[in-house]
């Protein structure tokens, strides 16, 4: 069976910890899209581990971790990830990586940064990590897949001259750096040929039959559904497809056999970049929610950027489940709300003076109005619960309030940063 656990919102929902723990019962598990513009924090026995590239099953000896062919992959990062896991202690995990998944070059994390740059207070919030000129180059037929670098060095070469002759243009023209060479972009593929050999393989034909064996198979989101450049807010995206159905164009499956897709949705809202954030707080009210937040505050897992902060965005999230096919949701860091005497929540939006429940385009998404309910807090701390039932009335009251205004049962409670705090319903 193959299962997905994706974002419902802007990214930074605690999928990593969700993954984590459904990744015990899986043989494979599966990063489908994007890079290492975002990251996924893992509290295990090990330590903590903020992984961009890896998938978030490497904890685990008995599971086959795969990155897919819809990744952008940084060999940089994916060398520099796998050596933190060896100096920290975790054995040597099983590895596989799509001969057709595509590398992010120098170039590309260059673009990024002097595009950013020469866009200045009007620039998209961009990690800076390559990918928006990573997935243009893919869909313009201009990237290098990993199959190529296995191509005859003079095939290899003809095709780097065509993509320079490009890229020189806007090195020459509009950032005023020096020109990109052959020579240079060649020795870097065979450097990354060098670093990726021992992981390199066809994965499709691997997945196929491990679907036809009835492998447990664990598909990984990365960012969220409001982050996709089709239903998100765009342009205020991620440029690669953030939903549970792009698995399995992004790991080479059958679409019919995603039979389950769990959605995690985030107890308050928080963000990193640009964009509409109609829920958003400011001041000391969002200080205190983001130093309380997370696993040790509310700042970016790629970047350490502070979060931009929010209460749960119900229309927002009520979406974002319908976007990705949702039959289940993960509410996680639940426990952070614990100091609050009432909690607010965003249960619809203002638009012109009319109260809607359906999230709208982002022209107009930028006129909304938040239209807040408060909830009564439980005032304790409800780490190391269990049991559904030990829960406060009122937590309890809160769970089941968001459970209906999504429509999307909530069958999993994550009550704090570590593994074993969660709990089933």
């Known amino acids: 069976m193959i299962k997905a656990i994706v974002g419902a919102n802007w990214g930074d929902e605690g999928k990593g910890k969700i993954t984590d723990v459904e990744a015990a019962q899986s043989d494979i598990v599966i990063r489908f899209q994007g890079g290492s513009n975002a990251g996924h924090t893992i509290i295990n026995n090990y330590g903590k581990f903020a992984l961009h590239q890896l998938p978030s099953g490497v904890f685990y000896s008995h599971i086959t971790n795969i990155i897919g062919n819809g990744v952008a992959l940084s060999v940089e990062n994916f060398v520099k990830e796998m050596k933190s896991l060896e100096e920290r202690g975790v054995p040597k995990p099983n590895i596989v990586i799509s001969d057709r998944t595509q590398l992010v070059m120098p170039y590309h994390i260059q673009l ?37 670098l296995y191509d005859d060095e003079a095939a ?32 870097k ?8 050999e021992p992981y390199v393989a066809n994965t499709f034909t691997l997945l196929h039959n491990a679907v036809k064996e009835g492998k447990n198979i664990l598909l990984e989101g990365q960012l969220g559904a409001l982050k996709d450049p089709d239903f998100g807010i765009y342009p205020m995206v991620t440029s690669s ?78 979406y974002g489940c319908q976007a990705q096919g949702a039959t289940s949701v993960a509410l996680t860091v639940l426990d952070v709300l ?88």
């Open 112 to 148: 990024d940064t002097f595009e950013e740059a020469r866009l200045s207070a009007h620039s998209f919030g961009s990690t800076k990590s390559g990918i928006a000129p990573f997935y243009s180059d893919k869909f313009a037929k201009i990237g290098f897949q990993i199959s190529e």
């Open 156 to 187: 290899l070469k003809e095709k780097i001259d065509h993509v320079i002759t490009l890229k020189n243009v806007l090195y020459e023209n509009l950032y005023h750096q020096p020109k990109l060479t052959v020579d240079e972009v060649y020795n």
């Open 189 to 196: 593929l065979m450097e990354y040929k060098k670093l990726l």
């Open 241 to 318: 497809s953030t939903l549970a159905g792009y698995g399995a164009i992004g790991a080479g499956l059958p679409p019919y056999e995603i039979k389950e897709i769990i959605a995690v949705v985030k107890a308050y809202s928080s963000a990193v970049g640009a964009g509409e954030f109609v829920s958003e707080i400011f001041g000391d009210e969002a200080d205190e929610l983001r130093r309380r937040g997370g696993d040790g505050g509310e700042f970016g897992a790629t970047t350490g950027r502070p979060r931009r902060m929010g209460w749960l965005d119900l229309v927002a999230s009520r």
């Open 338 to 425: 614990g100091y609050l005497d009432e909690i607010p929540v965003c249960v619809a939006y203002e638009l012109n003076g009319k109260r809607i429940d359906s999230f709208p385009s982002t022209v107009q998404l930028k006129h909304c109005k938040p239209v807040i309910e408060k909830l009564p807090g439980w005032k304790c701390d409800i780490r190391g619960i269990k049991n559904y039932a030990d829960l406060p009335e009122n937590t309890r009251r809160y769970i089941e309030f968001a459970e209906k205004a999504i429509g999307v049962p909530i069958r999993i409670v994550s009550n704090g940063p570590s593994r074993e705090d969660i709990i089933y319903r």
